[in-house]
């Protein structure tokens, strides 16, 4: 099976760097790929239109430049999902909107091998992962057991049951999400609001102690010393669809004040 980059940094203890794309183009993961920084690239499927034809170009694509993969699912139909991004040859999978232990283990179950040491619902299915039908053998279990399962810790429930959710050990990165917490909480887009700031160290500080890789999405390598030291050590940084607002606002702006005489 093709190498999990994810996983082997994870069982390393190294620390790891990812960017964000909505975009379903290969050539921007080309593009992340020729720069020879980073880790994985993250597909955020909850937010861009993609079909499954996109999933396995996008895998094929990282696995040439030797990058792993992520992809983030909506909540509404994770097990097909799941399943499907991990068939294509995503190496982590992204859950979304997880409120409660039970919902926690219908993600894990829904990813890991319908094998009895895994207990999961993936079975046979003739995929890229499988090499289409023809690598359906002890390997081909392990690499779906092997995928890196990752949880956004965004809602209210979740961070209640926080320790829960960090002692089962299927869980192996979380990510803070500011923007569905405030919201499920009363508060959207109040980032500042003290019970928002109050449930981001909470999730920091307990996953680190508990060992769990707890990821840092930022807009800037300037931010990174503040949860550096926290102890963080893996970060996700940009979002394509963002990178491009920022460029055209600040530089239009810009061109128009110099016609403007500025």
């Known amino acids: ?3 999990n980059v994810l996983r082997e940094k ?3 203890g190294k620390p790891t760097l990812s960017t964000h794309i909505h975009s379903v183009w290969p050539a921007e993961i080309e593009a992340i790929g020729h720069t020879g920084l980073y880790d994985y690239v993250e597909f955020v499927a909850e937010y861009g239109p993609s079909d499954l034809h996109d999933l396995d170009n996008m895998c094929r694509t990282s696995e040439l430049y030797g990058l792993g993969s992520m992809i983030k699912i909506d909540q509404s139909l994770m097990p097909f999902l799941a399943q499907r991004g ?4 995503y190496s982590s999978v992204l859950f979304t909107d ?3 232990m039970d919902e926690l283990r219908e993600c894990i179950v829904a990813a890991r091998p319908d094998h009895p040491d895994h207990g999961g619902l993936y079975g046979v299915a003739t995929r890229r992962n499988s090499y289409m039908g023809y690598g359906v053998t002890a390997e081909y279990v392990q690499g779906v057991a092997d995928t890196v399962l990752a949880f956004m810790i965004e809602k209210k429930g979740a961070v209640d049951n926080l320790e829960e959710i960090l002692a089962e050990p299927a869980v192996e990165m979380v ?3 500011p923007a569905d917490f405030a919201m499920n909480i009363g ?3 109040e980032f500042g609001h003290p019970d928002v700031v109050a449930a981001h160290d909470k999730t920091f500080k307990l996953a680190i102690a508990a ?3 707890a990821r840092a999405e930022i807009g800037s390598s300037d931010q990174t010393k503040k949860y550096l030291d926290m102890g963080v050590r893996h970060f ?4 394509d669809i963002t990178i491009l607002f920022d460029f055209w606002k600040r530089e239009g702006e810009g061109i128009l004040r110099a016609l403007e005489g500025e």
């Open 98 to 100: 997880v409120r409660s």
């Open 175 to 177: 990510q803070w999400g």
């Open 187 to 189: 508060h959207p887009g």
């Open 236 to 239: 996700s940084i940009g979002t």
């Open 1 to 3: 099976m093709r190498p």
């Open 211 to 213: 060992g769990v890789a």
């Open 10 to 12: 994870l069982e390393a």
């Open 86 to 89: 991990i068939g294509a040859g």
